[in-house]
């Protein structure tokens, strides 16, 4: 840890807020109306099977992003609060919603800071369901959206978190391209126990990289149990096999590795 903590994390997150708002043109054109090939494909997907949502629930969303999993909630007659930590995003996901012509929806924004537990419970509710999708390795601190959401949630509430999976695609990883037809392309892990911090792109068209927080499962779920949650439900995601934008990311061709992790937690 460097000699003044505060102001090191302080910095991380001012990093993580500059990235976010400085890339929200490029992340809005490339997500467009309705998430990127593995938001629409796999992620949103995954959280609505487990949301199980019913017409007129009330959904608090947290790192909404642009917008499209709100957008796809109201769609379905869902009643969303979407927020995401970055203005600039926010005013891209207004924008798009605003420009729904086929039918009314029910989706609101809001910024908040998901690593700020009282800006999640101002949010107000109480509300039937919450959800995370790709959020949470750009988080510092995950304890207080998880106490946040504890406490804005209806008792039997769900929270549905999506996340790259710690154990293969936070970890430090390496694709492994095999060179014999009979063998899997496969991936190695150098570290896994511990957190770090490491920088990344989702895109090589990307200018600034993202800041991603690695944490193991184990710890993501003793903050997710510390507030009072309880996991009733998990889903490890492989990516959609289609080929990738960036030919270094080879996702596409480990279709028995999962890329990322669907969890649901309770209310009690
Ligand atoms: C990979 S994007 C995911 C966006 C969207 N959920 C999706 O799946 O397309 C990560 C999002 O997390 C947001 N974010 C990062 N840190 C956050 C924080 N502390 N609180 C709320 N949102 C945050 C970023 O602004 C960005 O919109």
Redesign the pocket.
């Known amino acids: 840890m460097p000699s003044d903590p505060e102001a090191y994390l302080a910095d991380l997150?001012r990093q993580?807020?500059d990235s976010?708002e400085s890339g929200a043109d490029f992340?809005d054109e490339r997500?467009g109306d309705q998430?990127?090939e593995f938001?629409h494909g796999v992620?949103?997907p995954a959280a609505e099977r487990m949301l199980g949502l019913e017409h007129g629930a009330r959904v608090l969303?947290?790192?909404?992003?642009?917008g499209?999993?709100a957008r796809r909630l109201g769609r379905q007659g869902i009643q969303v609060l979407a927020?995401?930590?970055?203005p600039a995003?926010i005013a891209h996901a207004e924008r798009r919603t605003e420009t729904i012509a086929d039918q009314p929806v029910d989706v609101s924004y809001q910024v908040?800071?998901?690593?700020?537990e009282r800006e999640i419970v101002n949010c107000g509710g109480p509300f039937d369901a919450a959800a995370?999708?790709?959020?949470a390795?750009?988080?510092?601190t995950l304890r207080p959206m998880f106490g946040g959401v504890w406490r804005v949630l209806k008792p039997r509430g769900i929270f549905v978190l999506?996340t790259l999976h710690p154990s293969f695609a936070t970890s430090g990883y390496k694709f492994v391209k095999s060179e014999n037809e009979d063998e899997p392309h496969g991936l190695t892990v150098s570290r896994y126990l511990s957190r770090y911090v490491t920088h990344g792109v989702?895109n090589s068209a990307q200018n600034e990289p993202?800041i991603y927080f690695h944490r193991p499962m184990h710890e993501l779920l003793t903050d997710a149990f510390a507030s009072g949650l309880v996991l009733d439900g998990m889903e490890e995601l492989p990516a959609p096999e289609q080929p990738m934008e960036d030919s270094r990311l080879m996702w596409n061709v480990l279709p028995d590795i999962p890329m990322a992790v669907a969890l649901r937690f309770r209310r009690p």
């Open positions: 997150k993580v807020l976010w992340f997500w998430g990127d938001h992620f949103a969303e947290l790192a909404c992003g642009n499209g999993f927020t995401d930590l970055s995003l908040v800071d998901a690593t700020v995370c999708i790709m959020g390795m750009s988080m510092l999506v989702t993202q």
